[in-house]
């Protein structure tokens, strides 16, 4: 009886643990993208957001990678005789700013972080300003769906 009593026992507890913990997760894998007349920019974003309920009660865990790229739209070489350079982007939930003092290489034109909070969502705009020897561009970034 003791035999029996175990074996139904333990796959009852078993059960008992999975369902009392339910998670879901939800992704949001997005690309962004735009340009103006001088720069395009790809902003690529890598982001879940956990739900979790656990004795009645709802919270979340969320992480995100995101990954800002621009491209000069002219010849590289002239990249070069750029004394000073700034450019920032500013999304519903994240933003970024890099200044750069010349010459300017192609790799200074990558920005990226990673780290937990909200995420942007399918439907957001990132505005991206490029300023560069008292020149000055802005455009939008949206998702390319």
């Not at 656990?54 to 002219?74: A, M």
Request: hydrophobic letters at 35%; proline letters at 1%.
């Amino acid at each position: 009886m003791k035999k029996i009593l175990r074996a139904l026992l333990l796959p009852a507890i078993l059960l008992l643990l999975l369902t009392s913990c339910n998670t879901e997760t939800t992704y949001f894998n997005y690309t962004f993208k735009g340009e103006g007349d001088t720069w395009t920019g790809v902003y690529k974003q890598e982001a879940s957001q956990k739900l979790i309920t656990k004795k009645n009660k709802v919270s979340s865990e969320s992480s995100k990678r995101y990954n800002l790229v621009l491209r000069y739209k002219g010849d590289q070489s002239d990249l070069e005789e750029i004394k000073q350079m700034k450019y920032t982007f500013k999304a519903k939930h994240s933003s970024g700013s890099q200044t750069i003092e010349g010459p300017v290489a192609v790799a200074m034109l990558k920005m990226s972080a990673f780290g937990n909070g909200s995420v942007e969502k399918e439907d957001s705009a990132i505005k991206v300003t490029v300023e560069w020897d008292g020149k000055s561009e802005e455009f939008e970034l949206k998702n390319e769906k």
